[in-house]
């Protein structure tokens, strides 16, 4: 619930009076750990609304949602110092995202 590192209360109001399922995981700044992962995909097979709280940096959700999502989903995301995205995953959405995260560095 902050944006630009800073507390944006209207942000948890809305997003915590929503209905819909709950999910925590946590993941550490830098990386995307497997249980991020599962938990998206989880979220993207559920039939219900749901959110995911992020116990720790969410920057590197962004690309695993992309690659997991399917056709048509639209992505909101924030960019810092200029607003906000909207990304509709289609093939090349996700082929993009899947390039990027395989480019990255992988930590054992």
């Known amino acids: 619930y902050k944006t630009e590192r800073s507390a944006y209360h209207p942000l948890r109001n809305k997003v915590e009076g929503m209905s819909g399922c709950n999910i925590i995981v946590k993941n550490p700044a830098g990386v995307i750990t497997a249980d991020l992962v599962e938990k998206i995909r989880e979220a993207f097979k559920r039939r219900e609304r749901t959110r995911i709280k992020v116990d720790g940096e969410e920057d590197l959700a962004a690309p695993v949602c992309a690659a997991l999502a399917p056709d048509n989903t639209c992505m909101v995301y924030g960019l810092p110092g200029k607003g906000m995205v909207l ?21 054992n």
């Open 87 to 107: 990304l509709r995953i289609d093939s090349v959405a996700r082929e993009k995202a899947k390039s990027i995260i395989y480019a990255m560095e992988e930590l």
